[in-house]
């Protein structure tokens, strides 16, 4: 299953680079053989491949297929920059889970410093990490992984979704159940087929100052609680976007 073939026409694709080597070297495929090629953002089609050069396949298309893979709703998980490497355990279970943007970024309590030099390398591996596992869980997007925003930056890129809940321990967790619904209300209200897009804001390891959470709330977020159990942040991303999912059906 490889997403991002390089050309996606009506007839043929192709594909380079580590997918071409892994179907080359790794799946030793054939000339004849059919793999499943998505271009990770609307078209899934069943192949036949037609030549396997060196790092190159050119592959007819057999078959397009439903894009039924994806959620109901579109879920952006905005983490708070965390310890260590739990950004890309967010990210790789988000994808897995069904998230289809991440968005990194910096509070008052993010002991993360960020080293300008090495941000690319790590943007570049976040979202190969996306990648890779929107492949393994068969999705038929590949979700977005943009670079890490400061907090006012986040709350601008708050106000377009159609909803954003900041996860607050200080909250009930009737609110999050109340508002996923209403957000689900609003999509069956839509008639164009734009998909509901929902961000879902959690702190870093220390919490969210109040400070930070009237801000939010001033920027149109609403405070939402995940339970009376304090969860790890990494793990109140993963709760949050599972509410998320099964309340909107998927
Ligand atoms: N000290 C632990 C750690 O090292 O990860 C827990 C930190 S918790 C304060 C981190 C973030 O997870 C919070 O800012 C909040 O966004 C979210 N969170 C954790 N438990 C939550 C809950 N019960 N309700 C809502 N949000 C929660």
């Known amino acids: 299953y490889f997403i991002h073939p390089d050309e996606f026409t009506d007839a043929v694709v192709t594909i380079s680079g580590d997918d071409a080597h892994h179907l080359i070297r790794v799946m030793r495929a054939k000339p004849g053989d059919t793999c499943i090629v998505s271009d990770g953002v609307s078209r899934e089609a069943l192949v036949r491949i037609r030549s396997l050069e060196d790092r190159q396949v050119t592959a007819d298309i057999v078959d397009r297929l439903p894009m039924e893979n994806e959620a109901a709703v579109d879920v952006w998980i905005a983490q708070s920059l965390p310890k260590g490497d739990k950004m890309e355990l967010v990210i790789q279970k988000?994808?897995?889970?069904?998230?289809v943007r991440f968005l990194p970024f910096v509070s008052e309590r993010t002991v993360v410093q960020?080293?300008?030099?090495?941000?690319?390398?790590?943007?570049?591996?976040?979202?190969?990490?996306?990648?890779?596992?929107?492949?393994?869980?068969?999705?038929?997007?590949?979700?977005?992984?943009?670079?890490?925003?400061?907090?006012?930056?986040?709350?601008?890129?708050?106000?377009?979704?159609?909803?954003?809940w900041i996860c607050y321990e200080k909250q009930d967790a009737q609110q999050l159940r109340r508002a996923i619904r209403e957000a689900v209300t609003k999509r069956s209200d839509r008639t164009d087929g734009s998909r509901v897009k929902l961000m879902l804001i959690v702190g870093p390891e220390g919490g969210f100052s109040e400070r930070e959470v009237s801000e939010a709330e001033s920027a149109g977020c609403v405070a939402v609680g995940l339970g009376k159990r304090i969860l790890r942040t990494e793990t109140a991303a993963m709760v949050g976007l599972t509410c998320i999912l099964y309340e909107s059906g998927e």
Do not use: F, M, Y
């Open 94 to 99: 988000g994808t897995e889970i069904g998230a």
């Open 114 to 164: 960020l080293d300008g030099k090495k941000e690319g390398k790590r943007l570049e591996r976040w979202q190969k990490i996306a990648k890779e596992a929107a492949e393994q869980a068969h999705r038929n997007r590949v979700p977005a992984v943009e670079s890490v925003l400061s907090w006012k930056e986040l709350l601008r890129t708050a106000s377009e979704a159609d909803a954003a």
